[in-house]
């Protein structure tokens, strides 16, 4: 018993000086002007502490005695970027990722995925569908390179909605014949009709270990069968599933188009409206009264059908959605509506290299400022109201402040004047950090 006690006391001590060694590594990057994730005046000349993962002190000729320094120069520290509507696994046809790729090409591409996003200067996503928990896990453990995650996990779809990706328009359904659907068994999407359904799915997602839930409320450009105007799952089936991810503490986000849709789900309580392009003036009111977030994207609604990937009968929805899309963009922001940044970039991971050119597409309608702050202090807001369950507690996200994670990118010019700086990502992006760890440094070279 005594040798047990001995033991475990070694063990714990040991422990102990571990977690000292890593709060011990102290970074010091000197002279930078601070964009602070919320205020568009830059903090000028600071220097910034970082202990182990975390912002300890800014302020001006900090000095530690030890400490890594980094010379910055005068350049700008902004958070690092965060977006808000990914889908990390998906860099293949769906149907092939669902029916036919085998699990480890799918996680072997994800993680190149996980990979780039970081070494575009993204520290955290959000990712608003598919099976990432298990990247996510090996990105959290230091075993690859990637961002943070705020996983969803499955979709929940209805029979015949978005998230029902077979292909056949005849077949016997899984829920009539007792098959079980790969997109279930992958962790793609859950087929739930009716309110007792929704509310089970719902309970699995969340067992599953997710942020938040995204339900499909609305035709789709993707999907196998559903043309873009219909409106998905009744008001009753919506509100039973808010209400099962208010019981942990968390929010629902929809994939919603038209504006029946729109108007439904906020009615029922969800607070992210994904993609959102046919809302009316009414639903962009209802949105900002239930201050809920827009969380639409550029970029992806301004690429030729090509360019998107889009395939067969995506490619007339696409240009459906395209041509909607400036009036939604100019209704939100004559509403003044929360807006997020997010791509929703799917498909291939080499088309997910786009992916910083969503700040050049919304330059047509936003300041430098604006669109920084939507990338990095807007979302983190969003972030926050997974709640407890939101995965990373220690600090804010998204914003420079003593306390917060050192998430940190240092650029060369000034994004708020020229936001472009920010697509041309592998000149201008010349530290990353994320979680107090440095991923990239070209100063100096
Ligand atoms: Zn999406």
């Not at 569908?129 to 990247?135: R, T």
């Not at 098959?179 to 859950?190: L, S």
């Not at 970029?299 to 490619?315: I, Q, Y």
Request: with cysteine; glycine share 10%; hydrophobic share 40%.
């Amino acid at each position: 018993m005594k040798k047990l006690f001995i033991l475990t006391f070694a063990v714990l001590f040991s422990l102990n000086l571990l977690a000292q060694e890593k709060k011990e590594a102290v970074t010091l990057i000197k002279n930078v002007n601070i964009f602070d994730g919320k205020n568009e005046r830059l903090i000028p000349g600071s220097d910034v502490m970082i202990e182990g993962n975390m912002i300890k002190e800014i302020g001006k000729n900090l000095s530690f005695q030890g400490a890594t320094v980094i010379d910055a120069q005068g350049k700008t520290l902004i958070p690092g970027l965060t977006d808000c509507h990914t889908h990390i696994m998906w860099n293949a046809d769906i149907e092939e990722l669902i029916y036919s790729a085998p699990e480890g090409y799918v996680g072997a591409l994800a993680a190149l995925n996980a990979e780039n996003m970081l070494m575009r200067g993204f520290t955290t996503v959000r990712d608003m569908g598919g099976p990432s928990h298990g990247l996510k896990k090996a990105i959290d453990e230091g075993a690859i390179p990637g961002p943070r995650i705020l996983p969803t996990g499955a979709f929940v779809s209805q029979s015949s909605g978005h998230g029902d990706y077979d292909s056949r328009m005849f077949y016997l359904s899984n829920h009539f014949t007792g098959q079980i659907d790969k997109a279930y068994i992958r962790g793609w999407t859950i087929i739930a009709d009716g309110v007792p359904e929704v509310q089970k799915a719902t309970r699995e997602i969340l067992r599953a270990g997710a942020s938040q839930i995204k339900i499909f409320g609305s035709g789709s450009i993707t999907g196998a069968h559903d043309p873009l105007d219909v409106t998905e799952y009744t008001i009753e089936e919506l509100k039973a599933i808010v209400k099962e991810a208010e019981h942990w503490g968390t929010y629902a986000a929809i994939h919603a188009y038209s504006s029946e849709s729109i108007m439904n789900a906020l009615e029922a309580g969800v607070q992210s409206i994904e993609h959102g392009l046919f809302a009316s003036e009414e639903a962009f009111q209802l949105m900002k009264e239930k201050d809920a977030f827009f969380s639409t994207q550029f970029l992806a609604f301004s690429l030729t059908p090509e360019e998107a990937g889009m395939k067969g009968p995506a490619v007339p929805k696409y240009l459906e959605a395209q041509a909607g899309a400036a009036k939604g963009y100019e209704l939100a922001k004559k509403i003044g509506v929360k807006m997020t940044w997010g791509t929703d970039i799917l498909g291939s991971y080499e088309l997910a290299k786009l992916q910083n050119q969503e700040f050049v597409a919304r330059s047509k309608y936003f300041s430098g400022f604006e669109i920084l702050k939507q990338a990095t202090s807007n979302n983190a807001e969003l972030f926050e109201r997974s709640g407890k369950r939101h995965p990373y507690q220690e600090g804010p996200l998204g914003v420079i402040t003593e306390g917060a994670y050192a998430d940190l990118l240092l650029i060369d010019g000034n994004p708020l004047e020229d936001i472009k700086l920010l697509a041309d990502h592998e000149k201008n992006i010349q530290l990353i950090m994320k979680d107090g760890i440095v991923y990239k440094n070209t100063l100096g070279k």
